[in-house]
T-cell receptor, first 114, second 111 residues
Framework: DAGVIQSPRHEVTEMGQEVTLRCKPISGHDYLFWYRQTMMRGLELLIYFNNNVPIDDSGMPEDRFSAKMPNASFSTLKIQPSEPRDSAVYFC????????????FGPGTRLTVT | GENVEQHPSTLSVQEGDSAVIKCTYSDSASNYFPWYKQELGKRPQLIIDIRSNVGEKKDQRIAVTLNKTAKHFSLHITETQPEDSAVYFCAASPGNTPLVFGKGTRLSVIA
C-alpha cells in the first residue's frame, strides 16, 4: 500500500492566487481528514469526510477555504484567494471505520504565500 | 467536546535515560488513545496506541499506560536514543470521531 498521497509537496504562491491541494487516501479507508499545522496553532482539524460526505467543516477558517471529495480516492482543499497567513503545512489523513481507529497521515504540503 | 492537555511541552533527557510524557482528557466516552511521533519536516506517524479495555501496552522501548478513572494516559520511552528526538503528540477519541490532539512535546535526547 502506498499510504496517503498528497500533492504538491511544496507550493509557493503569491497573495491573491488560488491554491489547490490534493489528497489520495489509503484504499479502503472511508474517513478523510484535512489538517493544518503551524508553530503558533499546532495541529488543527479543518474538515473531515466520511464516505465522501463532509461531516464537520467547523474548523475551516473562513469562506476562502473549501474542500471536496468527489470520490473515495480523491479529495481537494482549495484556498481562494490565498493570504500570507495561510502559510502552513497541510496534512491529509485517512482512517478505516470498521472497528479500527488508526489514522494515517500523508507527507503534507508545505504552502508558502508571499 | 473532548479536550486533551499534554505535558511537558519540552523535555530534554540524556541518552540512555527514560522519558515520560503525560496527557489528560476530558470526555469519559473516549476509548482510543494513540501517540504520534513527528520528526522535523516529516508527517506525524503513529507509534503506539491503547484502547480503554487495556491498562498498559508495550512495544520494545516504548510503553503506554492508561488510567481511565483519572482520565490520563502516558507515554514512556526507555533507554532513549538520539533518534528518539522528535515532537510527540497524544490524542483521544470516542471511536469513529476525529482525534483530538494534544499540543505536542518536543523531546530532545542529548548524546
Amino acid at each position: 500500500d502506498a499510504g496517503v498521497i498528497q500533492s504538491p509537496r511544496h507550493e509557493v504562491t503569491e497573495m491573491g492566487q488560488e491554491v489547490t491541494l490534493r489528497c489520495k487516501p489509503i484504499s479502503g479507508h472511508d474517513y478523510l481528514f484535512w489538517y493544518r499545522q503551524t508553530m503558533m496553532r499546532g495541529l488543527e482539524l479543518l474538515i473531515y469526510f466520511n464516505n465522501n460526505v463532509p461531516i464537520d467543516d467547523s474548523g475551516m477558517p473562513e469562506d476562502r477555504f473549501s474542500a471536496k471529495m468527489p470520490n473515495a480516492s480523491f479529495s481537494t482543499l482549495k484556498i481562494q484567494p490565498s493570504e500570507p497567513r495561510d502559510s502552513a503545512v497541510y496534512f491529509c489523513a485517512s482512517q478505516r471505520s470498521s472497528g479500527r481507529y488508526e489514522q494515517y497521515f500523508g507527507p503534507g504540503t508545505r504552502l508558502t504565500v508571499t | 467536546g473532548e479536550n486533551v492537555e499534554q505535558h511537558p511541552s519540552t523535555l530534554s533527557v540524556q541518552e540512555g535515560d527514560s522519558a515520560v510524557i503525560k496527557c489528560t482528557y476530558s470526555d469519559s466516552a473516549s476509548n482510543y488513545f494513540p501517540w504520534y511521533k513527528q520528526e522535523l519536516g516529516k508527517r506525524p506517524q503513529l507509534i503506539i496506541d491503547i484502547r480503554s479495555n487495556v491498562g498498559e501496552k508495550k512495544d520494545q522501548r516504548i510503553a503506554v499506560t492508561l488510567n481511565k478513572t483519572a482520565k490520563h494516559f502516558s507515554l514512556h520511552i526507555t533507554e532513549t536514543q538520539p533518534e528518539d528526538s522528535a515532537v510527540y503528540f497524544c490524542a483521544a477519541s470516542p471511536g469513529n470521531t476525529p482525534l483530538v490532539f494534544g499540543k505536542g512535546t518536543r523531546l530532545s535526547v542529548i548524546a
